[in-house]
């Protein structure tokens, strides 16, 4: 029986060829530091979990397929509070960000299309795009540069006539850059001369540590047909196992075509849209101290990577991972050896090799994506053994 | 900016059209009896409710790609009851069967694929196999012989060098056939033979009322490489909301394929697992209950359709639904005039018209699906409404 050449161009997650390493690790009593994963430790605030107790309806419905009413008004109210109004219409709930990318890519790419992203990027974009017949065509950054993509030249140089679309993150997983103002009108500029669509995937957008605050492609003057917007609740409020995600956008042939698959597969989870129209009625309080401690667990990360030699590094903006190119041949070997070979009483680290994060064959071999969701005094330690580590790796190679 | 192939030739929910003509009729006063919708209106037992409340984690986290180990083995032991045992990396967790179908699709599928389907079917396999490339090929019933499909001959006559699979319902949403042994494993001996999938979507298992009762192509000898099972907690345990299934297969190489699309998706909803997994320690009078209702709905409204003269249609032996001919021209023109032009004691009726359940053009046209998911005494006065409506709207017409 045949299996379909797209599956067979998609990866499994490239983390998980270190799972087996890790569990061999820990069956040594090694305590492994996991810088490689994005869930964050943050609290759920409360009445994600009260509103799922209060719910008192004696059958568990299916929810109307572009989302429940109450959930989409407060996605509305939050959008007016940073000065963007979208009709109803023109958001679809979705399970996670994931499935809006999923049904974007769904009615917008053709066998043979291309995505502009700017690499590196986060990695499952790649099978989403995969799964509708097309591919990602990267935009490339450096190190030295600091991941800095939003350049005019750089990006239309890349656009021929496959081209369905420029797609960014913003704040970037997993650079940390954030995109200016004077950048975002210009990425729009792009899209609308060359006729694409801008996607924004947002859903760090709470997460910056500098500059103007909150900010969203959505408030470029013009963007009504080009522009679509991925987001999520997961790292808003720490709710990444609720699920719970939206498209966004003022194109009403689009989301036409979007609503045909959010209707075939019926609706996203009842409760789990109940509860996040709750986490919308937190106060402005719970992001400033979830900010605060990012921050925070940041500047702990670059103080540590500064110390050590050979590092390249500018300092994210945002989201709550950064990258780095290491003094190492490697990062997927240095990797492997941290679990097999490597221990500084009796513990190491885990972080993403930079490799799967490209488009570009050969790029990011020795780069590495650091995500901070540790506590402070975990993280300073984990970065000391980053450094011990290096150095220990480049004297046995 | 291009709209993809793939989502043009997808339609929206065939009901919808009617949701205009249906707002109208509530406004000018009309009660509607729904027939058209398969949401029951069974309680879901209430230990959904008391894990969901249970959860005392403080951060609500993904879980597993692959599904929570909890629930897996709550569905591993379902099917060792049943006399079928599955590993746990048969079985992945899905967000619904809508989401199994979905990446089964996107695994076994290329552009110009075709799928097996027997007419009518479930009108959301079009956009999920459409997603994936793919074409559904119909393998043609009557209302006459009762919808039955299971035949060899008519069944192999269809097979060419695109099929990929056979895909059925069974129990059958729109028809309420259920396959006998003999005729499970004639299915499985034409997969075996001709290299195909035979995908069995038995979301409905636990809704027959007549014959050997549990079944599932599982326990097909030989079934290992060919079935892949869809199945689902929306109609076992009235969970719709839950968006809870699951794909099942002992075929290795095309669960590594799934699995790559589950890690893209990153996991299913954490709370609905836990509470999933808590709906299969309901007790087997549970299922007795709900299948003795649903068997005097099934009664009841044949017993009504039987009165109607010039109806076509054999006695459902499982799921919800069954499919009638009716003695009009056309059911889209009935259901509107229904809607618009009828009425009796200031009530209607609403039920999906059939040809939206058929590939092929202008099959079905007289036909209606009827899901029998109302109270008995409201399923009794609907069907009578729907007799009334039959005579009224052939002298008007």
């Known amino acids: 029986m045949k299996l379909s050449q797209r599956a067979q161009l998609c990866e499994l997650s490239p983390m998980r060829k270190f799972h087996p390493f890790a569990v061999e690790a820990k069956a040594k009593g090694r305590k492994i530091y996991h810088l490689n994963i994005g869930q964050p430790d943050i609290a759920t605030p409360p009445v994600y979990f009260e509103a799922v107790q209060h719910f008192s309806q004696p059958v ?80 490339h950054t450096s190190p030295e540069e600091g ?34 103002p004077e950048e975002r009108q210009m990425l729009l500029e792009i899209a609308k001369e060359h006729d694409l669509y801008l996607i924004s995937d947002e859903v760090y957008r709470e997460f910056y540590y500098s500059g103007e605050g909150l900010a969203t492609l959505g408030a470029c003057a013009g963007s009504d ?10 790292k808003r409020f720490s ?6 995600g939206c498209l966004i956008s003022r194109n009403k042939a689009l989301m036409a075509e979007a609503m045909k698959f959010c209707q075939a597969r019926l609706s996203v989870a009842t409760l789990d849209q109940v509860a996040a129209a709750a986490l919308y009625t937190v106060e402005p309080e719970y992001f400033e101290t979830v900010r ?39 990062a997927d070997k240095f990797q492997q050896w941290l679990l097999t070979d490597f221990e500084d009483h009796g513990e190491t680290v885990m972080f993403a ?16 994506r650091i995500a901070y969701v540790l506590k402070q005094e975990d993280l300073a330690r984990a970065m000391d053994l980053l450094a011990l580590g290096i150095e220990a790796y480049n004297k046995a190679h």
Chains 1, 2 share one sequence.
């Open 60 to 139: 568990l419905e299916y929810a109307e397929s572009p989302g429940r009413p109450n959930l989409i008004h407060a996605i509305q109210r939050y959008y007016d509070q940073i000065g963007v109004h979208y009709d109803e219409g023109d958001i679809l709930i979705t399970t996670g960000g994931s499935e809006a990318l999923s049904i974007l890519m769904m009615c917008i790419l053709d066998p043979g299309s291309e995505v502009l992203v700017p690499e590196p990027f986060y990695p499952n974009y790649n099978t989403f795009i995969r799964a509708a017949g097309g591919v990602i065509h990267p935009i």
């Open 147 to 180: 991941y800095h993509y939003a350049d005019r030249a750089r990006i239309e140089a890349e656009i021929n006539e496959n081209t369905r679309a420029i797609m960014i993150t913003n704040p970037s997983n997993p650079t940390g850059v954030i995109l200016t």
């Open 225 to 234: 047909e080009h522009l679509v917007l991925i987001d999520s609740v997961s």
């Open 239 to 244: 709710a990444c196992g609720a699920r719970i």
């Open 292 to 330: 605060r401690e990012y921050q925070r667990r940041r500047d702990t990360v670059m103080e540590k990577l500064r110390q050590i030699p050979g590092v390249v590094c500018e300092e994210p903006q945002g989201a709550f991972y950064l990258m780095a190119a290491l003094p190492i041949d490697d």
């Open 353 to 368: 090799p930079g490799h799967s994060f490209y488009a570009t064959p050969g790029k990011g071999v020795n780069e590495i």
